[in-house]
């Protein structure tokens, strides 16, 4: 097993309380021996949009002033062969977590599993990252790496090799994780009150020849998409 993969992860509206509707799960993808190529890439677009190295590509950021640069990181995306991107969106209308017997955490992580499930190849060594959201990431980050390696008879960790957070704003790859989930939950609330929002929900669209409304087939390897509902719980 010589080959190493990452994959950076991003959540939006994780969070049990937060009264949100649905939840978004993202993983981008690519060869470790990349990574170098791929920064340097994003680095160059943001140069020729005028834009300082320490710039972060954010959903929330977003702008009419910088559709341009945003159209084109989702250009790069779908035109790099070693980028690839799965989400799972799921709803959390009439979740009953008292009749599985478990609670909001191993719901979560139950989701995670079922995100990033059908990435991962037995031949393949994989190296997870997440950004770091709060104070709770390091005992979440423990706990994703034991469940998703007990879920695939991992014991001696050998597929998956780390689970770790990272700050986002240190990886451009990271970033557009960021990107491609903001705008998956976005489309999936049902906001529209952002033009320039909109029309990269559109390009996404247009280069995935996808509505971003529907579950992939599992196959799909460029942009992939599971949508769950409570009653497959």
């Not at 976005?186 to 906001?191: A, M, P």
Request: glycine letters at 4%.
């Amino acid at each position: 097993m010589s080959q190493i993969y990452n994959i950076y992860c991003d959540e939006s509206c994780h969070l049990e309380n937060d009264k949100q509707k649905i939840m978004v799960l993202g993983g981008l993808w690519c060869p470790l021996e990349k990574i170098k190529a791929i920064s340097k890439r994003i680095k160059e677009i943001k140069e020729r949009h005028k834009l300082g190295d320490s710039f972060e590509i954010k959903w929330i950021k977003v702008s009419p002033a910088k559709l341009d640069f945003y159209i084109d990181i989702i250009d790069y995306f779908f035109d790099d062969d070693d980028l690839h991107f799965r989400c799972l969106v799921a709803s959390k209308e009439g979740l009953n977590h008292k009749k599985f017997q478990h609670g909001h955490d191993d719901w979560y992580y139950k989701m995670y599993f079922g995100m990033l499930k059908v990435i991962l190849n037995p031949n393949i060594k994989y190296r997870i990252y997440l950004d770091i959201k709060d104070t709770k990431s390091a005992r979440k980050i423990d706990n994703l790496h034991s469940i998703l390696c007990n879920s695939i008879h991992d014991f001696n960790r050998r597929i998956i090799d780390r689970v770790q957070t990272v700050r986002s704003h240190e990886i451009e790859i990271m970033q557009i994780t960021d990107l491609l989930v903001g705008a998956m939950c976005h489309l999936h609330r049902g906001i529209d009150s952002s033009d320039a929002k909109q029309k990269i929900i559109q390009r996404i669209q247009e280069r995935s020849n996808y509505s971003l409304k529907k579950s992939t087939l599992y196959q799909e390897e460029k942009f992939n998409i599971f949508i769950w509902a409570p009653s497959g719980e």
